[in-house]
Structures are given as C-alpha cells and as structure tokens.
C-alpha cells in the first residue's frame, strides 16, 4: 500500500474511533473484497464467507480503541480476519486449506485482468494454454503441499503483495526467518516446475 494510501486509512480510523460509522464504513467498502478473498482460501464452504468476513469487520469495529498504527490498518485487519477464520475453522472442527482460489484474484485492483490471464491473450495457441494451465495446477498443489509457515508466507509476499516487514509483523517472526521461509517456499514450488518448464524450449524456473 502507498504511504497515502495508509494516511488515507488512519485519517478514517480516526474518524470512527471518534464515533463516525461512515469512516468505518468506508474502510470496509475499501478492504470488504479482499478479505473475503482471503478468507475464501481458508474456507471451503463459500456460505461462510460472507458471515466470517462480516464477523472480522465487527471484531475490528470494537477492537479499534486498541489499534495503535504500529502497523498499516490493512494488515491489522488482516490478522482479525485470519484469527476469526481460523476460529471459526475450529468450532466447525475443521482444518484451513489453501484451495485453488489462491492463485485468482490476486490483484488488488478487481477490475484489472489477472496475470495470467494477460498472459493467454494474444494467439496463444491452444497448446500453450494447456501448458500454462498445468503450470497453475502444478502451482497450485505445490502451495497446498507446503508447511503451513511456509504457505502463509509465501502466500502473503506473493498472493497479499505485503512487505517483510508487514510478514514478519503478521507471522510475530524475525524479518530473516521470513526471509528464510519464503526462499524455502521458492524453492520446493521451483522443484515441482521445473520439470514442466524443461520441456518447453529449455525456459527455466
């Protein structure tokens, strides 16, 4: 996020905390899409979505006396949508999952084509869609093999687009063990590529 973007958010922060319901509200039109975005690659059950987002900006609501700025509002609001997702994963008595939503709607911007798609416009032939496809599975289930520290970070540098320094905020771990653990992320998702990217014209990962 740009710096105005986050001056933007503490000035509506302060607002609401002063009692204006509609600085809150548009703090949650702002983040509403992308938090169910994430929320939805923790949760299988689409109907819960909604209900676990609107908990998260409820728990936020009431928490925003204890919001200091330390941090960007974003990834403040983040962790309460994680912990109650997680919350509510464990009163269903069920485990989070990273689905193949992972790799849509990783822009933040909902009206701009997603990477990938950009890349199957323009001719591409039909056997280069297949491939970029397999690609994504492959992708895909590389992400879904990973430890849980290592699919979070790698999820929130590269899915999120947050800084180090917001991970290691987030994940409450030094900036090198983030560090460390994206790498390893890279790695081990590399491994699994490369033999697809082998056989397409000697490209390599």
Known sequence: MTAVGEDVDRALVERARTGDQRAFEALVVKYQ???????????????????????SF??????????????????????????????????LKRDPIVTESTLV?????????????????????????????EIARTVNAAIEALSEDLRQAITLREIEGLS???????????????RSRIFRARE????RLRPLLDTREGERW
């Open 105 to 133: 709607g990783a822009s933040d911007d909902d009206d701009e084509t997603s990477r990938h798609e950009r890349d199957l416009t323009d001719g591409e032939t039909p056997e280069a869609v297949l491939a970029s496809k």
């Open 164 to 178: 180090y320094e917001e991970i290691a905020t987030l994940m409450n771990c030094p900036i090198g063990t983030v």
């Open 188 to 191: 081990s998702i590399a491994q």
């Open 58 to 91: 409820i728990r936020a609501y009431r928490a925003l006396p204890q919001f200091r700025g330390d941090s960007a509002f974003y990834t403040w609001l983040y962790r309460i949508a994680v912990n109650t997702a997680k919350k509510a994963l464990l009163d």
């Open 33 to 55: 899409r992308r938090i169910e975005r994430l929320i939805a690659r923790m949760v299988r059950d689409v109907d819960l979505v909604q209900d676990i987002a609107q908990e």
